[in-house]
C-alpha cells in the first residue's frame, strides 16, 4: 500500500511537473522598434504604415521564429487585457522579426498609440507578451520620411572638484561633451561678477586657455544675483559653426560646445559636486547595447575612445564633421556610420545623415562615390529597401559612370579628386587624369549598384552593374599596375606608386591574387602613411591582404600616428587627425577618426552581415597575436556574442552566442597545415578551407563552442 502512494506522487508530481513545462512561457520578445526607433516614449512617426521590428527569443539552440500576433491600441490599460481597437494582426505564421509593416485601418496625424506581441518559435514554443510600447504620430503623410529621435540632455555630475584657492575651483567631468553648464549656488548679495572658463583641454593646474588649432576655449563672465542663482551657462555663439551650411540645433538648446575641464573664478560659495553639471547633448545612444574587452590594454582603451565618440559627436542630430564646420560630409558620414552602427542598435541617424548629402553633396570626387557605400551599408544592416527605391536614380549618379572611357576607367579632369585629406597625408600622390583611388572607389560603387538593382528586383540595371565593373576590373590591372615593380601607379602614366593606389584596390577586391602577395608587402612597408580618414581602407586592406597582425601592431601602436596618440594628448574623443603636427587647425572632436570602432568588430571581431538585415552573419576573427577578447556586436536582431581564446599553435576556441531568426557562417585560423578538421559543440566536423580559415556554414540560433588545433 505504501508502495502504491508512493508511487502514485511520483506520478502525479510528474504530471504536474510535465504540465506546468507545457504551461510555461519562452522569453518574451524585447528590443521592439516602430520606424526603427525603440525606448518607452517614441514620437513623431509620420509614415501611414509605420513598420515593427523586435529580438525574438529561445532557450534552444537552433531555433526560429515561425509565428507572431501584434496588438496595438488606443490605450495602454486596453492593451493591458491583450484588446487591441487599432489593430490585431492575430497568429502571423511569418519568420519576420523585422520590417514588419502595420496592417491595420488609418492612423491618425497627432496621436498616441501603444502595442506589444508576442511570438512563436519552431523548438520554444510561444512566448510571453512583451512589454508595452508607445508611439506618437506627427502629421501622417503619403510622402517618404526618415524619422528622428528628438535631441536629448543628460547631466553629468563631475568626476572631481578641486579647490584651488578661496573663490577658485576647477571641475574635471572626465569626458569632453558637447553642450553647456548647469550651476545651482548662493550669492552673499549683488554684484558678484562669477568668470568661467569652459575648455576641451586642461590638467590638474586648470582649463588650457591657449589650446591651438580650434580645440575649444571660453570665457563667460557670469553676473550673479542676491540668494539663489540656478544657471545654465552657454558659450558665445561662433559664427563659423553657425553659418548658411552649418547643422542648427534647435534654439532651446541655445549655444553649445565641447568641453569637460571647467574653472570658477570668484565664485562666491562652497562649491561641491552636486551643485554643477555638464548638459551634454547628444541623439539616442543605448550604452549596453555593445561591449569590448581583450587581452591588449591599449586595445581596450582605444575601443572605448571610438565607442564614446559615436555619443559624444551625435549632438547635430545628424552626421557632421566636428565643431569647426559643423557640416555633414560623405566620407565622414560613412566611417561614422559603420561605427556607430558597430556600437549601437540605432539606424535613423545614418539614414537621415545619407539622405541629407544626397540633396546636399559636398565637393570631393570620391565622396560622391561614398553615398553608394552608405546606402548599401544602410540596406545590410537594416534588411529596408525604403531609401533604396526612394534613391536610386540618385544614387546611379553618384558613381561618374557618364565619366567613363571605353576602356571603362574613369577620367576626372575637371573635378577635385582628394586621394586623402589633409593634403599632407598623400604619401606624395601623383594626380592623374585617371587617378587609381578613384578608379577604385569606382569600381566598388558599380559592385554595389548591381546589389542594389538587384534588391530592387532591377535585374536588367543589376546586369549591366556587373558588366561594368568586370570592364572596369581589367583594364584597372591593364593600364595602372607596374608588372616590374609588382604594384599599383598613382595614375595612368605616373611614376609614382603610393600607400593609396595600393590599399584601396587591395580593400576593394581589385587585386588578383597572383599579386596580392607583392601589393600587401608594399601596403604594410607604408606604414601608417595616410590620415585617420585612410586609416579605414588602410586597416580593411590589410585584412584582405591576409595581414591581421599588421593591423594589431598599427591599431596599438604608440606612434604619434596612432590612436594612442589622441589619448596621450588627453583627447576622450578622436582627433580630426593624428596630432596637431599634421593638422593645425584640427578639431578634437571628429568621428571620422573613430575606425577601430568599426574594424574591431567587423574584422578582428569578424562580425559582418552576409544577408541584408541581419539574416546570416560572418564571424570570422583575425586577431593575429592577440591571446584572447570579448565582444557583444549589436544587430537588428539581437546582440551577437563572440569570445575567442588564441592558443596558437595548439588550439584556437571560439565562443559565439546568436539571436533567434539568425545563422552564421563561420570560420576560425586553421592550426596544422594539413587539419581540415573543427570541433563544434563537441562533435567533429569537416570544415572548408579557405586562405588560412576553415570554415562552417549554418551555424543556428543560440551558444555554440568551435574549436580548431592540431590534437583534434
Known amino acids: 500500500m505504501k508502495r502504491s502512494l508512493c508511487t502514485n506522487l511520483v506520478v502525479i508530481i510528474s504530471i504536474m511537473i510535465a504540465c506546468s513545462t507545457v504551461a510555461a512561457k519562452s522569453t518574451a520578445p524585447d528590443g521592439l522598434m516602430v520606424e526603427f526607433l525603440q525606448g518607452p516614449d517614441v514620437a513623431e512617426i509620420t509614415d501611414a504604415t509605420p513598420e515593427f521590428g523586435w529580438v525574438a527569443h529561445s532557450s534552444h ?22 484588446e487591441a481597437d487599432i489593430w490585431d ?12 509593416p502595420y496592417g491595420g485601418g488609418a492612423l491618425k496625424s497627432n496621436e498616441s498609440y501603444y502595442w506589444k506581441l508576442k511570438t512563436w518559435c519552431r523548438l520554444g514554443g510561444e512566448s510571453s507578451w512583451s512589454d508595452i510600447m508607445k508611439f506618437s504620430t506627427g502629421d501622417i503623410t503619403k510622402e517618404y520620411v526618415t524619422t528622428r529621435y528628438p535631441l536629448r540632455r543628460t547631466a553629468v555630475p563631475p568626476r572631481e572638484v578641486i579647490k584651488k584657492s578661496d573663490g577658485h575651483y576647477l571641475i574635471d567631468f572626465g569626458k569632453v561633451a558637447f553642450g553647456y553648464l548647469h550651476i545651482e549656488l548662493n550669492a552673499p548679495e549683488d554684484g558678484f561678477r562669477m568668470e568661467v572658463h569652459l575648455g576641451e583641454t586642461g590638467s590638474a593646474g586648470g582649463v588650457n586657455k591657449n589650446p591651438g588649432g580650434t580645440i575649444r576655449y571660453y570665457k563667460i563672465v557670469q553676473p550673479l ?34 568641453f569637460r575641464y571647467v574653472e570658477l573664478v570668484n565664485c562666491p560659495a562652497q562649491l561641491d559636486k552636486s551643485m554643477i553639471r555638464q548638459i551634454s547633448v547628444h541623439y539616442f545612444f543605448d550604452d549596453s547595447a555593445s561591449a569590448f574587452e581583450s587581452s591588449d590594454p591599449v586595445l581596450n582603451d582605444i575601443w572605448e575612445l571610438c565607442k564614446y565618440s559615436m555619443k559624444a559627436t551625435s549632438f547635430c ?4 564633421d566636428g565643431d569647426r564646420e559643423r557640416i555633414p560630409y560623405e566620407a565622414d558620414a560613412y ?18 545623415s545619407h539622405e541629407y548629402l544626397l540633396k546636399h553633396p559636398t565637393w570631393p570626387t570620391e565622396w560622391k ?12 544592416y537594416t534588411g529596408n529597401t525604403e531609401s533604396l527605391a526612394q534613391n536610386y536614380n540618385v544614387l546611379q549618379s553618384k558613381t561618374l559612370e557618364d565619366r567613363a572611357r571605353k576602356d571603362g576607367l574613369l577620367n576626372t579632369k575637371g573635378l577635385r579628386d582628394i586621394v586623402d585629406w589633409p593634403a599632407g597625408e598623400r604619401d606624395g600622390y601623383e594626380f592623374k587624369e585617371v587617378n587609381t583611388v578613384v578608379n577604385a572607389f569606382y569600381y566598388k560603387t558599380l559592385l554595389q549598384m548591381a546589389d542594389i538593382a538587384a534588391a530592387l528586383g532591377r535585374e536588367s540595371d543589376a546586369a549591366e552593374y556587373q558588366k561594368k565593373a568586370a570592364k572596369v576590373k581589367s583594364a584597372f590591372n591593364e593600364v595602372l599596375f607596374d608588372t616590374a615593380r609588382g604594384i599599383y601607379l598613382d595614375g595612368e602614366n605616373a611614376k609614382h606608386a603610393s600607400l593609396h593606389a595600393n590599399m584601396m584596390p587591395l580593400a576593394f577586391g581589385l587585386v588578383p591574387e597572383d599579386r596580392k602577395k607583392s601589393v600587401a608587402d608594399f601596403v604594410v612597408s607604408r606604414g601608417m602613411a595616410c590620415s585617420v580618414y585612410g586609416a579605414q581602407y588602410l586597416l580593411e586592406a590589410l585584412y584582405e591582404g591576409g595581414r591581421p597582425e599588421s593591423v594589431l601592431e598599427r591599431m596599438t601602436s604608440k606612434d604619434i600616428r596612432s590612436w594612442y596618440n589622441m589619448l596621450r594628448v588627453g583627447s576622450t574623443i578622436t582627433l580630426e587627425a593624428w596630432d596637431n603636427k599634421f593638422k593645425p587647425n584640427q578639431d578634437w572632436n571628429h568621428a571620422w577618426g573613430a575606425v577601430p570602432g568599426n574594424i574591431i568588430p567587423r574584422y578582428l571581431m569578424g562580425v559582418r552581415p552576409l544577408e541584408p538585415g541581419f539574416g546570416k552573419v560572418l564571424i570570422q576573427p583575425q586577431c593575429g597575436t592577440l591571446e584572447w577578447a570579448s565582444s557583444t556586436v549589436p544587430s537588428i536582431r539581437g546582440p551577437i556574442k563572440v569570445s575567442f581564446k588564441n592558443d596558437t599553435p595548439r588550439t584556437f576556441e571560439l565562443q559565439i552566442d546568436i539571436p533567434v531568426n539568425m545563422t552564421a557562417k563561420v570560420g576560425l585560423p586553421q592550426i596544422g597545415r594539413q587539419s581540415t578538421t573543427l570541433v563544434v559543440d563537441g562533435e567533429k566536423v569537416n570544415a572548408r578551407y579557405q586562405n588560412g580559415y576553415l570554415f562552417v556554414d549554418g551555424i543556428g540560433s543560440g551558444a555554440h563552442t568551435l574549436i580548431s588545433g592540431q590534437a583534434l
Not at 544675483?225 to 547643422?247: C, E, F, S
Not at 556607430?340 to 541617424?349: G, I
Request: proline letters at 5%; glycine letters at 6%.
Open 317 to 320: 542630430g545628424v552626421y557632421v
Open 335 to 352: 566611417i561614422n556610420q559603420l561605427s556607430h552602427y558597430a556600437v549601437d542598435r540605432e539606424y535613423t541617424l545614418a539614414r537621415y
Open 369 to 380: 562615390h561614398h553615398s553608394v557605400l552608405i546606402a548599401w551599408a544602410d540596406y545590410m
Open 61 to 82: 539552440k537552433n531555433d526560429v521564429q515561425t509565428a507572431y500576433r501584434i496588438l496595438v491600441s488606443s490605450s495602454p490599460e486596453m492593451l493591458a487585457r491583450n
Open 89 to 100: 494582426s492575430g497568429k502571423c505564421n511569418a519568420a519576420g522579426s523585422i520590417n514588419v
Open 225 to 258: 544675483r542676491r540668494g539663489v542663482n540656478k544657471l545654465d551657462v552657454h558659450p558665445p555663439r561662433d559664427q563659423r559653426n553657425t553659418g548658411a551650411k552649418a547643422i542648427k540645433l534647435p534654439a532651446e538648446f541655445g549655444s553649445i560646445t565641447p
